[in-house]
């Protein structure tokens, strides 16, 4: 009986170990929650379809700013950003408060929902990623 046991008990540990090694950070969960967190806190300058009539802050609908480093939009949240800045061709020159704040899940939520939403598409930000950058 115990040479029965003993394989099972060692496959079934190997089995879970690498389950929870290798399981894929869940995207759409995020973008779940990085909708929330937007709404909460990015929505009134960059309205629920992130972009605003007005041209008064840049738009994050089909940004090519957003092609920028995961590094440094995580930098923009935790810093903020002041200057010019051209997205889509366009200047815009007013200051975004850092949201330092937010939980390191929170900003990653954040930035998987702006990425992935209104024609943007880009790969999972995670929260060791924030974290790293957090000062």
């Given at each position: 009986?115990?040479?029965?046991?003993?394989?099972?008990?060692?496959?079934?540990s190997i089995f879970f170990i690498c389950t929870a090694f290798f399981q894929e950070y869940?995207?759409?969960k995020s973008i779940?929650?990085?909708?929330?967190?937007?709404?909460?806190?990015?929505?009134?300058?960059?309205m629920a379809e992130g972009t605003d009539p007005q041209n008064t802050y840049p738009p994050?609908?089909?940004?090519d700013y957003l092609k920028k480093s995961?590094?440094?939009l995580i930098n923009i949240i935790l810093e903020g950003q002041t200057g010019e800045v051209i997205v889509n061709g366009?200047?815009?020159?007013?200051?975004?408060?850092?949201?330092?704040?937010?939980s390191d899940e929170q900003i990653a939520d954040v930035l998987n929902y702006v990425r992935n939403s209104?024609?943007?598409?880009?790969?999972?930000i995670t929260p060791p990623q924030v974290k790293?950058?957090?000062k």
């Amino acid at each position: 009986m115990k040479k029965v046991w003993i394989p099972l008990v060692v496959t079934l540990s190997i089995f879970f170990i690498c389950t929870a090694f290798f399981q894929e950070y869940d995207l759409n969960k995020s973008i779940e929650r990085g909708k929330e967190v937007y709404s909460a806190n990015c929505m009134d300058c960059h309205m629920a379809e992130g972009t605003d009539p007005q041209n008064t802050y840049p738009p994050l609908a089909k940004s090519d700013y957003l092609k920028k480093s995961a590094d440094t939009l995580i930098n923009i949240i935790l810093e903020g950003q002041t200057g010019e800045v051209i997205v889509n061709g366009q200047k815009y020159n007013d200051d975004m408060q850092p949201q330092n704040y937010l939980s390191d899940e929170q900003i990653a939520d954040v930035l998987n929902y702006v990425r992935n939403s209104w024609g943007n598409k880009y790969p999972a930000i995670t929260p060791p990623q924030v974290k790293a950058l957090r000062k």
